[in-house]
Protein backbone atom coordinates (compact mmCIF):
# COMPACT_ATOMS: atom_id res chain seq x y z
CA UNK A 1 0.00 0.00 0.00
CA UNK A 2 1.31 3.10 -0.79
CA UNK A 3 -0.07 6.84 -1.54
CA UNK A 4 -2.65 8.90 0.22
CA UNK A 5 -5.56 8.65 -1.96
CA UNK A 6 -8.87 8.82 -0.09
CA UNK A 7 -11.98 7.55 -1.31
CA UNK A 8 -14.94 8.77 -0.42
CA UNK A 9 -18.32 7.25 -0.70
CA UNK A 10 -21.46 9.54 0.18
CA UNK A 11 -24.70 9.33 1.09
CA UNK A 12 -26.20 12.04 -0.83
CA UNK A 13 -29.41 10.17 -0.30
CA UNK A 14 -30.00 10.93 3.52
CA UNK A 15 -30.40 14.29 2.84
CA UNK A 16 -30.33 17.00 1.17
CA UNK A 17 -26.95 17.64 2.46
CA UNK A 18 -24.75 15.51 2.86
CA UNK A 19 -24.50 14.12 6.38
CA UNK A 20 -22.51 10.94 6.64
CA UNK A 21 -19.87 9.69 5.02
CA UNK A 22 -17.25 6.17 4.46
CA UNK A 23 -13.75 7.01 3.84
CA UNK A 24 -11.31 4.93 2.89
CA UNK A 25 -7.76 5.41 2.33
CA UNK A 26 -4.61 3.85 1.33
CA UNK A 27 -2.12 6.14 3.32
CA UNK A 28 -0.02 3.56 5.03
CA UNK A 29 0.60 6.61 7.44
CA UNK A 30 -2.36 7.47 8.01
CA UNK A 31 -2.90 3.34 8.69
CA UNK A 32 -0.36 3.13 11.41
CA UNK A 33 -1.82 6.66 13.08
CA UNK A 34 -4.33 4.56 13.69
CA UNK A 35 -3.35 1.27 14.55
CA UNK A 36 -0.64 2.52 17.15
CA UNK A 37 -3.75 4.54 18.55
CA UNK A 38 -5.72 1.86 19.22
CA UNK A 39 -2.98 0.27 21.82
CA UNK A 40 -4.83 2.44 24.57
CA UNK A 41 -7.08 -0.13 24.39
CA UNK A 42 -7.52 -2.47 27.13
CA UNK A 43 -6.89 -5.56 25.09
CA UNK A 44 -3.58 -4.61 24.20
CA UNK A 45 -2.58 -3.22 27.55
CA UNK A 46 -0.72 -6.60 28.52
CA UNK A 47 1.41 -6.47 25.52
CA UNK A 48 2.37 -2.96 25.65
CA UNK A 49 3.09 -2.87 29.40
CA UNK A 50 4.99 -6.18 29.85
CA UNK A 51 6.81 -5.80 26.52
CA UNK A 52 7.86 -2.45 27.81
CA UNK A 53 6.68 -0.86 24.10
CA UNK A 54 5.35 2.10 25.82
CA UNK A 55 7.76 4.63 24.70
CA UNK A 56 7.83 2.69 21.42
CA UNK A 57 4.13 3.07 20.95
CA UNK A 58 3.86 6.40 21.33
CA UNK A 59 7.01 7.20 19.19
CA UNK A 60 5.53 5.53 16.53
CA UNK A 61 2.31 7.55 16.90
CA UNK A 62 3.76 10.27 16.87
CA UNK A 63 6.17 9.50 13.83
CA UNK A 64 2.82 8.16 11.76
CA UNK A 65 0.90 11.40 12.78
CA UNK A 66 3.49 13.74 11.55
CA UNK A 67 3.90 11.67 8.09
CA UNK A 68 0.24 11.31 7.57
CA UNK A 69 0.04 15.50 7.96
CA UNK A 70 -3.45 17.05 7.53
CA UNK A 71 -4.64 13.95 6.81
CA UNK A 72 -4.86 13.34 11.09
CA UNK A 73 -6.60 17.23 10.96
CA UNK A 74 -9.41 16.70 13.86
CA UNK A 75 -7.29 14.11 15.82
CA UNK A 76 -5.36 16.51 17.39
CA UNK A 77 -5.52 16.30 21.03
CA UNK A 78 -5.85 12.16 20.71
CA UNK A 79 -2.28 12.20 21.78
CA UNK A 80 -2.73 13.66 25.16
CA UNK A 81 -5.41 11.29 25.60
CA UNK A 82 -2.60 8.46 24.67
CA UNK A 83 0.02 10.26 26.96
CA UNK A 84 -2.10 10.51 29.70
CA UNK A 85 -3.77 6.99 29.21
CA UNK A 86 0.05 5.39 29.67
CA UNK A 87 1.05 7.84 32.23
CA UNK A 88 -1.14 8.82 34.02
CA UNK A 89 -0.40 12.02 33.68
CA UNK A 90 -3.82 14.74 33.19
CA UNK A 91 -1.71 17.15 30.75
CA UNK A 92 -4.49 17.23 28.24
CA UNK A 93 -7.33 17.15 30.64
CA UNK A 94 -5.92 20.14 32.68
CA UNK A 95 -5.07 22.17 28.94
CA UNK A 96 -8.49 21.79 28.09
CA UNK A 97 -9.79 23.14 31.25
CA UNK A 98 -7.48 25.92 31.32
CA UNK A 99 -8.25 26.81 28.43
CA UNK A 100 -12.35 26.79 28.57
CA UNK A 101 -11.50 28.69 31.50
CA UNK A 102 -9.70 31.07 30.38
CA UNK A 103 -12.31 32.09 27.00
CA UNK A 104 -14.64 32.06 29.82
CA UNK A 105 -12.61 34.86 31.53
CA UNK A 106 -11.63 36.81 28.91
CA UNK A 107 -15.29 37.22 27.61
CA UNK A 108 -16.48 38.03 30.41
CA UNK A 109 -13.67 40.62 30.74
CA UNK A 110 -14.94 41.56 27.70
CA UNK A 111 -18.95 42.24 28.27
CA UNK A 112 -18.39 43.36 31.58
CA UNK A 113 -18.96 46.83 30.72
CA UNK A 114 -22.02 45.86 29.20
CA UNK A 115 -23.21 44.68 31.75
CA UNK A 116 -22.44 47.25 34.00
CA UNK A 117 -24.21 49.10 31.42
CA UNK A 118 -27.85 46.56 31.34
CA UNK A 119 -27.37 47.14 35.51
CA UNK A 120 -27.78 50.63 34.61
CA UNK A 121 -30.59 50.67 32.31
CA UNK A 122 -32.19 47.98 34.61
CA UNK A 123 -32.27 50.83 37.55
CA UNK A 124 -33.27 53.59 34.86
CA UNK A 125 -35.30 52.45 32.55
CA UNK A 126 -35.55 56.08 31.19
CA UNK A 127 -31.94 55.90 29.74
CA UNK A 128 -32.98 52.81 27.18
CA UNK A 129 -33.22 53.50 23.23
CA UNK A 130 -33.63 50.94 20.40
CA UNK A 131 -29.88 50.83 19.62
CA UNK A 132 -29.66 50.07 23.33
CA UNK A 133 -31.54 47.35 23.06
CA UNK A 134 -30.22 45.93 20.15
CA UNK A 135 -26.36 45.77 21.65
CA UNK A 136 -27.63 44.45 24.60
CA UNK A 137 -29.31 41.52 22.53
CA UNK A 138 -26.40 40.61 20.63
CA UNK A 139 -24.29 41.14 23.83
CA UNK A 140 -26.08 38.14 25.54
CA UNK A 141 -26.04 36.13 22.79
CA UNK A 142 -22.56 36.16 23.07
CA UNK A 143 -22.55 35.79 26.39
CA UNK A 144 -24.71 32.81 26.44
CA UNK A 145 -22.83 31.05 23.68
CA UNK A 146 -20.12 31.24 25.78
CA UNK A 147 -21.41 29.44 28.72
CA UNK A 148 -22.85 27.22 26.47
CA UNK A 149 -19.55 25.98 25.10
CA UNK A 150 -18.48 25.91 28.96
CA UNK A 151 -21.11 23.78 29.52
CA UNK A 152 -20.29 21.68 26.84
CA UNK A 153 -16.55 22.03 27.27
CA UNK A 154 -17.13 20.65 30.90
CA UNK A 155 -19.35 17.60 29.79
CA UNK A 156 -16.78 16.67 27.52
CA UNK A 157 -14.21 16.78 30.39
CA UNK A 158 -16.18 14.71 32.36
CA UNK A 159 -16.94 11.93 29.49
CA UNK A 160 -12.91 12.26 29.02
CA UNK A 161 -12.75 11.63 32.82
CA UNK A 162 -14.82 8.60 32.67
CA UNK A 163 -13.36 6.87 29.60
CA UNK A 164 -9.99 7.37 31.36
CA UNK A 165 -10.93 5.51 33.96
CA UNK A 166 -13.20 3.13 32.54
CA UNK A 167 -10.26 2.40 29.83
CA UNK A 168 -7.37 2.20 31.86
CA UNK A 169 -6.98 1.17 35.20
CA UNK A 170 -3.42 1.04 34.35
CA UNK A 171 -3.48 4.51 35.46
CA UNK A 172 -3.55 2.96 39.06
CA UNK A 173 -0.81 0.48 38.21
CA UNK A 174 1.48 3.55 37.07
CA UNK A 175 0.81 4.85 40.40
CA UNK A 176 1.49 2.47 42.96
CA UNK A 177 4.37 0.84 40.96
CA UNK A 178 6.05 3.66 41.21
CA UNK A 179 9.86 3.98 39.29
CA UNK A 180 12.43 4.83 41.78
CA UNK A 181 15.12 1.98 41.94
CA UNK A 182 18.58 2.93 40.84
CA UNK A 183 19.90 -0.75 40.24
CA UNK A 184 20.55 -2.12 36.71
CA UNK A 185 19.11 -5.46 36.32
CA UNK A 186 21.27 -7.78 35.63
CA UNK A 187 23.12 -7.33 38.33
CA UNK A 188 26.11 -8.15 40.93
CA UNK A 189 24.16 -11.07 41.90
CA UNK A 190 22.28 -12.30 38.90
CA UNK A 191 23.69 -15.93 37.98
CA UNK A 192 23.91 -16.93 33.82
CA UNK A 193 21.17 -19.61 34.89
CA UNK A 194 18.65 -17.16 35.12
CA UNK A 195 16.25 -15.15 37.28
CA UNK A 196 16.55 -16.43 41.53
CA UNK A 197 12.88 -15.56 42.73
CA UNK A 198 11.99 -15.16 46.15
CA UNK A 199 8.73 -14.31 47.78
CA UNK A 200 8.57 -13.55 51.83
CA UNK A 201 5.32 -13.41 53.02
CA UNK A 202 3.67 -11.66 50.19
CA UNK A 203 -0.05 -10.39 50.42
CA UNK A 204 -1.71 -8.69 47.76
CA UNK A 205 -5.03 -7.07 47.03
CA UNK A 206 -5.84 -5.85 43.58
CA UNK A 207 -6.96 -1.60 43.71
CA UNK A 208 -10.79 -1.87 43.73
CA UNK A 209 -10.93 -4.90 44.18
CA UNK A 210 -14.56 -5.97 45.82
CA UNK A 211 -13.63 -9.50 46.75
CA UNK A 212 -13.23 -10.25 50.46
CA UNK A 213 -10.40 -12.11 50.72
CA UNK A 214 -6.71 -10.59 48.98
CA UNK A 215 -5.34 -12.53 45.79
CA UNK A 216 -2.45 -13.63 47.37
CA UNK A 217 -2.44 -14.27 51.06
CA UNK A 218 0.89 -14.51 53.07
CA UNK A 219 2.80 -16.23 50.20
CA UNK A 220 6.72 -17.69 50.58
CA UNK A 221 8.65 -19.53 48.59
CA UNK A 222 11.94 -19.64 46.76
CA UNK A 223 12.99 -20.82 43.24
CA UNK A 224 16.64 -21.08 42.08
CA UNK A 225 18.25 -19.57 38.67
CA UNK A 226 16.89 -21.51 35.46
CA UNK A 227 14.16 -24.00 37.32
CA UNK A 228 11.53 -25.06 35.40
CA UNK A 229 8.26 -24.06 37.72
CA UNK A 230 4.88 -25.29 36.78
CA UNK A 231 2.10 -23.10 39.00
CA UNK A 232 -1.40 -25.07 39.25
CA UNK A 233 -4.60 -24.53 41.12
CA UNK A 234 -8.69 -24.05 40.62
CA UNK A 235 -9.53 -20.66 38.84
CA UNK A 236 -8.87 -17.65 40.95
CA UNK A 237 -6.25 -19.20 43.01
CA UNK A 238 -3.56 -16.56 42.46
CA UNK A 239 -2.06 -18.20 39.42
CA UNK A 240 -1.82 -15.20 37.18
CA UNK A 241 -1.52 -12.54 39.81
CA UNK A 242 1.76 -14.43 40.90
CA UNK A 243 3.03 -13.68 37.56
CA UNK A 244 1.65 -10.02 37.99
CA UNK A 245 3.68 -9.43 41.09
CA UNK A 246 6.88 -11.05 39.57
CA UNK A 247 7.07 -8.96 36.89
CA UNK A 248 6.13 -5.48 38.90
CA UNK A 249 2.89 -5.33 36.73
CA UNK A 250 1.59 -4.73 40.19
CA UNK A 251 3.48 -4.09 43.86
CA UNK A 252 2.46 -6.63 46.66
CA UNK A 253 0.57 -5.10 49.36
CA UNK A 254 2.47 -6.47 51.74
CA UNK A 255 6.05 -8.62 52.25
CA UNK A 256 8.80 -8.50 49.88
CA UNK A 257 9.93 -9.77 46.66
CA UNK A 258 13.28 -10.42 45.66
CA UNK A 259 15.06 -10.95 42.41
CA UNK A 260 18.46 -12.79 42.75
CA UNK A 261 18.41 -11.74 46.16
CA UNK A 262 17.24 -7.91 46.15
CA UNK A 263 14.51 -6.36 46.66
CA UNK A 264 12.15 -5.78 43.38
CA UNK A 265 12.06 -2.23 43.85
CA UNK A 266 15.29 -1.64 44.13
CA UNK A 267 16.03 -2.33 40.28
CA UNK A 268 14.64 0.04 37.72
CA UNK A 269 11.57 -1.24 36.38
CA UNK A 270 12.31 -0.77 33.02
CA UNK A 271 15.06 -2.91 33.41
CA UNK A 272 12.77 -5.73 34.87
CA UNK A 273 10.66 -5.02 31.98
CA UNK A 274 13.25 -6.29 29.45
CA UNK A 275 14.56 -8.89 31.61
CA UNK A 276 10.94 -10.78 31.59
CA UNK A 277 9.16 -12.35 28.83
CA UNK A 278 5.24 -12.96 28.86
CA UNK A 279 2.91 -15.27 27.17
CA UNK A 280 -0.64 -15.07 28.00
CA UNK A 281 -4.01 -15.66 26.42
CA UNK A 282 -4.25 -11.78 27.02
CA UNK A 283 -1.21 -11.36 24.64
CA UNK A 284 -2.69 -9.95 21.04
CA UNK A 285 -1.54 -9.24 17.42
CA UNK A 286 -1.43 -5.42 16.99
CA UNK A 287 -3.89 -5.10 14.43
CA UNK A 288 -3.01 -2.85 10.92
CA UNK A 289 0.57 -3.52 11.05
CA UNK A 290 2.36 -6.37 9.38
CA UNK A 291 3.00 -9.50 11.18
CA UNK A 292 6.84 -9.16 10.71
CA UNK A 293 6.53 -5.66 12.62
CA UNK A 294 3.99 -7.48 14.92
CA UNK A 295 6.48 -10.50 15.42
CA UNK A 296 9.65 -7.74 15.70
CA UNK A 297 7.84 -5.90 18.67
CA UNK A 298 9.13 -8.84 20.93
CA UNK A 299 12.26 -6.74 21.25
CA UNK A 300 12.63 -3.20 20.23
CA UNK A 301 16.17 -3.53 20.91
CA UNK A 302 17.29 -5.97 18.82
CA UNK A 303 20.06 -4.42 16.79
CA UNK A 304 18.78 -3.84 13.30
CA UNK A 305 20.70 -6.63 11.22
CA UNK A 306 19.87 -9.79 13.46
CA UNK A 307 15.99 -8.45 13.11
CA UNK A 308 15.08 -10.56 9.93
CA UNK A 309 16.80 -14.07 11.52
CA UNK A 310 15.36 -13.51 14.49
CA UNK A 311 11.99 -13.38 12.90
CA UNK A 312 12.05 -16.21 11.28
CA UNK A 313 13.45 -17.76 14.38
CA UNK A 314 10.82 -16.77 16.23
CA UNK A 315 8.13 -17.70 12.87
CA UNK A 316 9.65 -21.70 13.08
CA UNK A 317 9.33 -21.86 17.30
CA UNK A 318 6.75 -20.90 17.50
CA UNK A 319 4.85 -23.30 14.96
CA UNK A 320 3.55 -20.18 12.50
CA UNK A 321 5.75 -21.66 9.76
CA UNK A 322 2.28 -23.10 7.73
CA UNK A 323 0.12 -19.87 9.03
CA UNK A 324 2.54 -17.81 6.72
CA UNK A 325 3.35 -19.45 4.09
CA UNK A 326 -0.57 -19.52 2.78
CA UNK A 327 -1.03 -15.97 3.24
CA UNK A 328 -0.34 -14.28 -0.21
CA UNK A 329 1.64 -11.37 1.17
CA UNK A 330 3.43 -13.95 3.99
CA UNK A 331 5.18 -11.94 7.20
CA UNK A 332 4.24 -8.46 5.19
CA UNK A 333 0.26 -9.80 5.40
CA UNK A 334 -1.44 -6.96 7.70
CA UNK A 335 -4.09 -8.58 9.63
CA UNK A 336 -7.42 -6.37 10.81
CA UNK A 337 -6.58 -3.20 9.06
CA UNK A 338 -8.05 -0.02 10.45
CA UNK A 339 -10.71 1.36 8.38
CA UNK A 340 -11.64 5.09 8.87
CA UNK A 341 -15.65 4.65 10.38
CA UNK A 342 -17.52 7.78 10.23
CA UNK A 343 -21.14 7.21 10.92
CA UNK A 344 -22.76 9.71 12.69
CA UNK A 345 -26.24 9.66 12.26
CA UNK A 346 -25.88 6.19 10.45
CA UNK A 347 -27.55 3.11 11.94
CA UNK A 348 -25.29 0.41 12.07
CA UNK A 349 -27.33 -1.83 12.49
CA UNK A 350 -29.72 -0.99 9.26
CA UNK A 351 -28.08 -3.70 6.91
CA UNK A 352 -30.16 -1.99 3.77
CA UNK A 353 -27.97 1.58 4.74
CA UNK A 354 -25.69 1.96 1.53
CA UNK A 355 -22.75 3.11 3.79
CA UNK A 356 -23.42 0.52 6.29
CA UNK A 357 -22.89 -2.05 3.44
CA UNK A 358 -19.98 -0.05 2.13
CA UNK A 359 -18.33 -0.18 5.73
CA UNK A 360 -18.29 -3.99 6.04
CA UNK A 361 -17.19 -3.83 2.30
CA UNK A 362 -13.79 -2.53 3.72
CA UNK A 363 -13.75 -4.26 6.49
CA UNK A 364 -10.85 -6.29 6.05
CA UNK A 365 -11.51 -9.64 7.29
CA UNK A 366 -9.02 -11.55 9.17
CA UNK A 367 -8.45 -14.93 7.31
CA UNK A 368 -6.32 -16.53 10.49
CA UNK A 369 -8.09 -18.79 12.99
CA UNK A 370 -8.17 -18.38 16.94
CA UNK A 371 -5.31 -20.81 17.06
CA UNK A 372 -3.09 -19.53 14.18
CA UNK A 373 -3.28 -16.46 15.98
CA UNK A 374 -1.82 -18.00 19.37
CA UNK A 375 0.59 -19.52 17.30
CA UNK A 376 1.88 -15.56 16.03
CA UNK A 377 1.51 -14.52 18.97
CA UNK A 378 3.75 -17.14 20.23
CA UNK A 379 6.38 -16.25 17.52
CA UNK A 380 6.59 -12.77 19.30
CA UNK A 381 7.65 -14.30 22.68
CA UNK A 382 9.82 -16.42 20.83
CA UNK A 383 11.74 -13.26 19.25
CA UNK A 384 11.79 -11.90 22.03
CA UNK A 385 13.35 -15.27 23.99
CA UNK A 386 16.21 -14.78 22.02
CA UNK A 387 17.46 -11.71 23.68
CA UNK A 388 20.30 -12.53 26.10
CA UNK A 389 18.63 -9.99 28.63
CA UNK A 390 15.86 -12.06 28.60
CA UNK A 391 16.19 -14.10 32.62
CA UNK A 392 12.82 -15.23 33.02
CA UNK A 393 9.96 -16.49 30.99
CA UNK A 394 6.72 -16.71 32.28
CA UNK A 395 3.16 -18.39 30.59
CA UNK A 396 0.06 -18.10 32.02
CA UNK A 397 -2.16 -20.50 29.62
CA UNK A 398 -1.64 -19.63 26.02
CA UNK A 399 -2.26 -22.56 24.35
CA UNK A 400 -6.43 -22.40 24.77
CA UNK A 401 -6.81 -22.43 21.17
CA UNK A 402 -4.42 -24.81 19.88
CA UNK A 403 -4.83 -28.13 18.79
CA UNK A 404 -3.21 -30.39 21.13
CA UNK A 405 0.08 -31.11 18.75
CA UNK A 406 0.27 -27.38 18.36
CA UNK A 407 0.18 -27.32 22.27
CA UNK A 408 2.46 -30.19 22.77
CA UNK A 409 5.11 -28.58 20.04
CA UNK A 410 5.04 -25.06 21.74
CA UNK A 411 5.64 -26.43 25.36
CA UNK A 412 8.28 -28.79 23.93
CA UNK A 413 9.89 -25.36 22.10
CA UNK A 414 9.77 -23.28 24.93
CA UNK A 415 11.26 -26.05 27.50
CA UNK A 416 14.13 -26.16 24.58
CA UNK A 417 14.72 -22.47 24.78
CA UNK A 418 15.22 -22.32 29.01
CA UNK A 419 18.86 -21.94 28.90
CA UNK A 420 20.17 -19.07 30.67
CA UNK A 421 16.46 -18.37 31.99
CA UNK A 422 14.08 -19.30 34.46
CA UNK A 423 10.58 -20.79 33.23
CA UNK A 424 7.12 -20.58 35.38
CA UNK A 425 4.52 -22.46 33.43
CA UNK A 426 0.81 -22.08 35.02
CA UNK A 427 -1.49 -24.66 33.94
CA UNK A 428 -4.47 -26.54 34.06
CA UNK A 429 -3.47 -29.54 32.20
CA UNK A 430 -0.68 -31.50 34.04
CA UNK A 431 0.37 -33.98 31.25
CA UNK A 432 2.82 -32.00 28.91
CA UNK A 433 4.66 -30.25 31.55
CA UNK A 434 4.69 -31.13 35.12
CA UNK A 435 6.53 -34.41 34.72
CA UNK A 436 9.44 -32.36 33.72
CA UNK A 437 9.01 -29.33 36.29
CA UNK A 438 11.78 -28.82 38.89
CA UNK A 439 9.17 -27.58 40.85
CA UNK A 440 5.38 -27.50 41.24
CA UNK A 441 3.49 -24.72 42.75
CA UNK A 442 -0.10 -25.86 43.98
CA UNK A 443 -2.09 -23.01 45.17
CA UNK A 444 -5.50 -22.35 46.88
CA UNK A 445 -7.51 -19.31 47.87
CA UNK A 446 -4.21 -17.01 47.42
CA UNK A 447 -2.23 -19.50 49.18
CA UNK A 448 0.40 -22.17 48.29
CA UNK A 449 -0.84 -25.31 50.07
CA UNK A 450 1.73 -27.59 48.03
CA UNK A 451 5.68 -26.88 46.98
CA UNK A 452 8.00 -29.83 45.39
CA UNK A 453 7.79 -31.84 42.18
CA UNK A 454 5.76 -34.67 41.01
CA UNK A 455 7.00 -37.21 43.02
CA UNK A 456 6.83 -35.76 46.13
CA UNK A 457 3.63 -33.98 45.49
CA UNK A 458 1.51 -37.18 44.39
CA UNK A 459 3.49 -38.76 47.51
CA UNK A 460 1.71 -36.43 49.69
CA UNK A 461 -1.86 -37.64 48.18
CA UNK A 462 -3.26 -33.88 48.80
CA UNK A 463 -4.54 -30.91 46.47
CA UNK A 464 -2.14 -31.66 43.44
CA UNK A 465 -2.75 -35.54 43.55
CA UNK A 466 -6.68 -34.76 43.61
CA UNK A 467 -5.85 -32.61 40.45
CA UNK A 468 -3.71 -34.87 38.71
CA UNK A 469 -6.05 -38.15 39.08
CA UNK A 470 -8.79 -36.26 37.62
CA UNK A 471 -7.33 -35.66 34.54
CA UNK A 472 -5.96 -39.23 34.50
CA UNK A 473 -8.94 -41.03 35.06
CA UNK A 474 -10.72 -38.78 32.63
CA UNK A 475 -8.39 -40.94 29.90
CA UNK A 476 -8.33 -43.86 31.38
CA UNK A 477 -12.27 -44.03 31.83
N1 LIG B 1 -7.65 -6.91 37.82
C1 LIG B 1 -8.25 -7.45 38.87
N2 LIG B 1 -8.95 -6.67 39.72
C2 LIG B 1 -9.54 -7.19 40.82
N3 LIG B 1 -9.49 -8.50 41.15
C3 LIG B 1 -8.81 -9.33 40.35
C4 LIG B 1 -8.16 -8.86 39.17
N4 LIG B 1 -7.56 -9.90 38.57
C5 LIG B 1 -7.83 -10.98 39.33
N5 LIG B 1 -8.58 -10.64 40.41
C6 LIG B 1 -9.03 -11.52 41.47
O1 LIG B 1 -7.89 -12.06 42.12
C7 LIG B 1 -8.07 -13.44 42.43
C8 LIG B 1 -6.93 -14.26 41.81
O2 LIG B 1 -7.05 -14.14 40.39
P1 LIG B 1 -6.00 -14.79 39.38
O3 LIG B 1 -6.32 -14.27 38.04
O4 LIG B 1 -4.64 -14.59 39.90
O5 LIG B 1 -6.39 -16.34 39.49
P2 LIG B 1 -5.90 -17.57 38.60
O6 LIG B 1 -5.51 -18.64 39.55
O7 LIG B 1 -4.90 -17.15 37.61
O8 LIG B 1 -7.28 -17.95 37.89
P3 LIG B 1 -7.55 -18.67 36.48
O9 LIG B 1 -7.15 -20.12 36.60
O10 LIG B 1 -9.02 -18.54 36.33
O11 LIG B 1 -6.79 -17.95 35.43
C9 LIG B 1 -9.45 -13.80 41.91
O12 LIG B 1 -10.35 -13.79 42.99
C10 LIG B 1 -9.78 -12.72 40.93
O13 LIG B 1 -11.16 -12.48 40.92
Redesign the pocket.
Known amino acids: MSGSRLTMYDAQMLSPVTLARVIETVNEDLHRYFSFEELVETDYRMDVISGDLVEHVINQRAKSARAAGDMVFGLRGAEDIFVRQYTGVGAGTIRNLQSIMTAVFEDCVEYMPMVYYALRVIRNPSEISLATITTLQTSMLSIRGTFSNFLIGVTELNRAAVELRGIY?LEVVNNVVKDEGQLSYPGEKSSEEGMALELRNVSFR????Q?I?G?LDDVSFKISAGELIVVV??????????V?ILSRLYDATSGQVLLDGVDIKEYKLSEIRQAVAILTQDHQLFPGISLKENISLGDVHCAEDEVERRIAEGVRKGGAENVIGKLERGVDTVLDSRVLRYSQLVDEGDETNPLVIKMEQLERTSNVSGGERQRLVASRTFMRMQSNRIKLVAV??PTSALDPEGELTLFTQLREARKGKTMLF?T?RFGPLTKHADNIIC?KD?KIVEFGNHASLMEMDGEYCKMYRIQADAFQS
Do not use: C, Q, V
Open positions: DYPGSNDAGANGSGKSTLNDEIHMG
